[in-house]
T-cell receptor, first 115, second 119 residues
Framework: AQSVTQPDIHITVSEGASLELRCNYS??????LFWYVQSPGQGLQLLLK??????LVQGIKGFEAEFKRSQSSFNLRKPSVHWSDAAEYFC?????????????FGAGTRLAVHP | DTGVSQDPRHKITKRGQNVTFRCDPI?????LYWYRQTLGQGPEFLTY????????KSRLLSDRFSAERPKGSFSTLEIQRTEQGDSAMYLC?????????????????FGPGTRLTVL
């Protein structure tokens, strides 16, 4: 069965420090991968996505992610974190069936940023 | 393009009451999805519409839940005889369809959600 694992429930970093959020997926075919961010009480905002091609994808707000097929991973990175990045981050895989994609999400990683 | 909108943003109800939520997708999007998110978890798929046709329902969608998209535009999600376990954030997403043919990638854009609290 398809699944997404985000091993870190909570991460705390200092403002200006680098960030890496881990995501591992289990999917039999070519995965379509996404990172979304959710601020408290809000919906999900798309940060970036991987469909094919270059395995390093750039997103909004200075985020990037790298698809590594051999490790079944799609980790999210940012070189310098800002206080406004504090939020919950969700990795998702698009489960392709019947001509459409439903998203399977991980449980999320909550990011706290210390000044 | 004003994004996906949902109404209401918050709903508090007593156990046993019926509630209805509305989702207005991005105007040119023919695909609409409902997800449910409980505290501390990622969203879980509930159902999918292509235009007005409901093409998939998750087993999470019990008989008390019904969703419609009567004219292929806005959608409603109704919960009858609410239970405390229904307390969650209900998220709607829309997309313009898969590129590259069936099974191709599809980017979903989410609304702000409706937070349901059942007392």
């Amino acid at each position: 069965a398809q699944s997404v694992t985000q091993p870190d429930i909570h991460i705390t970093v200092s403002e200006g420090a680098s960030l890496e959020l881990r995501c591992n997926y289990s999917y039999g075919a070519t995965p379509y991968l996404f990172w979304y961010v959710q601020s408290p009480g809000q919906g999900l905002q798309l940060l970036l996505k991987y469909f094919s091609g270059d395995t390093l994808v750039q997103g909004i707000k200075g985020f990037e992610a790298e698809f590594k097929r051999s490790q079944s991973s799609f980790n999210l990175r940012k070189p310098s974190v800002h206080w406004s990045d504090a939020a919950e981050y969700f990795c998702a895989v698009g489960s392709s069936s019947g001509g459409y994609n439903k998203l399977i999400f991980g449980a999320g990683t909550r990011l706290a940023v210390h000044p | 393009d004003t994004g996906v909108s949902q109404d209401p943003r918050h709903k508090i109800t007593k156990r046993g009451q019926n509630v209805t939520f509305r989702c207005d997708p991005i105007s040119e999007h023919n695909r609409l999805y409902w997800y449910r998110q409980t505290l501390g978890q990622g969203p879980e798929f509930l159902t999918y519409f292509q235009n007005e046709a409901q093409l998939e329902k998750s087993r999470l969608l019990s008989d008390r839940f019904s969703a419609e998209r009567p004219k292929g535009s806005f959608s409603t999600l109704e919960i009858q005889r609410t239970e405390q376990g229904d307390s969650a954030m209900y998220l709607c997403a829309s997309s313009s369809g898969t590129s590259g043919g069936p099974g191709g990638p599809d980017t979903q854009y989410f609304g702000p959600g409706t937070r349901l609290t059942v007392l």
